[in-house]
């Protein structure tokens, strides 16, 4: 199996590779990206050539307009799923993450081919069985995908279509990776050993690095964990080489010396890799572009189709509470901490406090209607004009008073973080019931840790579902709004 086993010189270069046989590195995994998209097509074309079947009609007829709109039903689901990256299936994947991109998938699929029926005025086709088709497809889709997974997951967990890994250097890296390894059989890792040139003592020990090649070699390793430590860097390209000269993929785990405990994004400035301790999708021009469009179109829609109706019975009752304007004004803190007026409904009776001083429980400054108001998020209605000016967004941290940002500023720590993007109308933080009066300081970073997940992780779908809960929320009210 092995020839030619010449790799280390007296200068500790590898001189000649060796290949090992490719029997033993042969598994379905590579496969499996083909299967799954037999089987979306398959679904795709059957799911809608079933609903067509039972129309009253059932008649199926073989034209050139019924073959180029299933030409085009087609295309547009493959450039979707290769754009989207449907078959970019790693190891470590997350059937919920599998599920979601699924449901987008087929949604983008749905307007698209909804609109073409709808504005080409080429294709005809009954909107009710396009849309049970879609029904179907949703439902069958994400479920088909989740359960071959998880079978593939099993198979694995059971000992087959595994790979053998080992790992080179020392220190808490090695070991956390060991234990992942082991508490994740379904991932399909088969842990062989680790490697370094410090003294170890314990079974998974094989030697210094120097014998980590006759090693890999003669145990067919098909993939190489190397802990990027500063101390032992100099062997890393002799490491690189041997792994792409023999087949074996070499990963590679940074270790800084220094507990960095948040994902990295790594980029290139020309040649020079860059690593960034924060993942901000946000700072993506395209992204930035979504999430505007999106405040602009649901901005537009709550003005021009909401608040004519909402405003002069609010503006009324607001007035007739108590002396004052209807609306409040007042200075908060934006994105990059530039300020700007943010607007509400009144809620108050007018008071000198209101610039410092967050409302509490039973707060005699808050008016009958006032309460209510704020219960149902009906008081920030007005802010969707702030969203239209560019000073906030629909989803996002909510906007501090200037005081609070001085204070908690001070306190808390990575407090600032929450102004890298615009401040929003309703945000992560709220829904799930950081919001109102934050007395004390532990309520206040549980809402900052809540505030910079959301700047880690946007996407369009996440601002929906916090639209979505926020919704909820106006019809059941809020326990912490005072």
Not at 75 to 80: F, N, R, S
Not at 131 to 146: K, Q
Not at 357 to 377: E, I, P
Request: aromatic residues 14%; glycine residues 4%.
């Amino acid at each position: 199996m092995l020839s030619n086993l010449q790799f280390i010189s007296q200068e500790g270069s590898i001189k000649t590779h060796t290949i090992t046989s490719k029997k033993s590195r042969i598994t379905f995994g590579h496969y499996l990206s083909f299967l799954f998209f037999i089987v979306d097509l398959f679904l795709l074309n059957a799911s809608y050539l079933l609903v067509i079947y039972t129309k009253p009609d059932n008649i199926i007829t073989v034209s050139t307009k019924n073959l180029l709109f299933a030409l085009t039903y087609n295309l547009i689901w493959i450039a979707l799923t290769f754009l989207l990256k449907r078959y970019a299936i790693g190891r470590n994947i997350k059937l919920i993450n599998v599920f979601i991109k699924s449901i987008k998938i087929t949604v983008i699929h749905f307007l698209i081919i909804s609109s073409l029926i709808q504005f080409s005025g080429y294709f005809r086709l009954n909107d009710y069985y396009i849309f049970i088709n879609y029904i179907l497809l949703i439902t069958i889709a994400p479920t088909s995908r989740i359960l071959l997974l998880y079978a593939l997951k099993q198979y694995r967990k059971h000992g087959y279509n595994y790979k053998k890994v080992v790992m080179v250097g020392s220190g808490d890296k090695v070991t956390q990776m060991q234990s992942f390894i082991k508490k994740n059989p379904d991932l399909g890792f088969k842990f062989c050993g680790f490697f370094s040139n410090q003294v170890h003592l314990g079974e998974h020990y094989k030697g210094d690095i120097n014998t980590l090649y006759s090693y890999c070699l003669r145990n067919e390793i098909n993939e190489i964990f190397y802990v990027l430590s500063p101390a032992e860097t100099n062997k890393i390209n002799e490491i690189m080489n041997f792994a792409d000269n023999n087949l074996i993929r070499l990963r590679l785990i940074p270790d800084f010396g220094v507990a960095i405990n948040r994902k990295l994004e790594i980029g290139f400035y020309d040649e020079i890799p860059v690593l960034t301790p924060r993942h901000e999708p946000l700072e993506i021009q395209t992204n930035r572009i979504i999430k505007r469009t999106f405040d602009i179109i649901f901005s537009l829609f709550v003005i021009l189709f909401i608040f004519p109706f909402v405003f002069p019975l609010l503006g009324i009752m607001v007035r007739l509470s108590s002396k004052g304007p209807i609306f409040f004004r007042q200075l908060r803190s934006g994105k990059n901490n530039k300020c700007f007026y943010c607007y509400k409904f009144r809620t108050m009776v007018v008071n000198d406090s209101s610039d410092k001083l967050q409302a509490v429980k039973n707060d005699m400054r808050v008016t009958r209607l006032g309460k209510f108001l704020r219960k149902s998020n009906l008081d920030e209605l007005p802010q969707f004009f702030n969203v239209l000016k560019g000073d906030m967004s629909v989803v996002g941290p909510r906007p501090h008073m200037i005081f609070h940002t001085e204070q908690y500023s001070k306190i808390i720590n990575r407090y600032m973080v929450r102004h890298l993007v615009k401040p929003g109308i309703t945000g992560w933080a709220q829904v799930n019931g950081y919001r109102g009066n934050t007395k004390e300081t532990r309520l206040m970073e549980k809402r900052i840790e809540h505030d910079m997940w959301y700047l880690e992780n946007w996407n369009l779908w996440l601002d929906i579902k916090i639209v979505l809960m926020t919704t909820l929320n106006v019809f059941r009210g809020e326990k912490n709004a005072y």
